[in-house]
């Protein structure tokens, strides 16, 4: 199993080229790891305090890439997961109380992070 997570400097780039980008390292990993099932992860989202100071890092830009990531999947050897489910509020922003900069989770929460992983990624054969 391998996992990608992008950061968000990735919203400073252009996009497309970012896609395209991640696509050929999805293709260069299928070449080297061919039995390798492959989760393509979303990006955290901030505070709303943070997306709503912020004409770069928001939600708003968060959501428009993740919705490109998820494109590159395929279901079947990639996929495409998106743990925001699991430290967003009510309204889709990170909960405040996760984070103590507005953008990244504190590491007290990498066992619910982890948790969420086992309980949300495919498993094949014996896994």
């Not at 428009?64 to 494109?71: D, G």
């Not at 066992?111 to 992983?117: C, H, I, K």
């Amino acid at each position: 199993k391998i996992y990608i997570m992008l950061g968000i400097n990735e919203l400073g780039y252009k996009t497309e080229k970012t896609i395209a980008e991640t696509e050929e390292t999805i293709q260069k990993i299928k070449e080297q790891q061919p039995e390798a099932t492959i989760y393509l992860s979303a990006n955290l989202h901030v505070t709303k305090v943070r997306s709503e100071r912020d004409k770069l890092i928001n939600n708003k830009k968060i959501d428009k890439f993740n919705q490109k990531l998820e494109t590159l999947t395929d279901n079947k050897g990639v996929y495409y997961i998106d743990v925001n489910e699991e430290f967003d509020d009510e309204n889709g922003n990170l909960r405040a109380e996760c984070t103590g900069d507005d953008v990244h989770v504190y590491a007290k929460y990498y066992q619910d992070w982890s948790e969420w992983l086992c309980k949300n990624t495919v498993q094949r054969g014996n896994e």
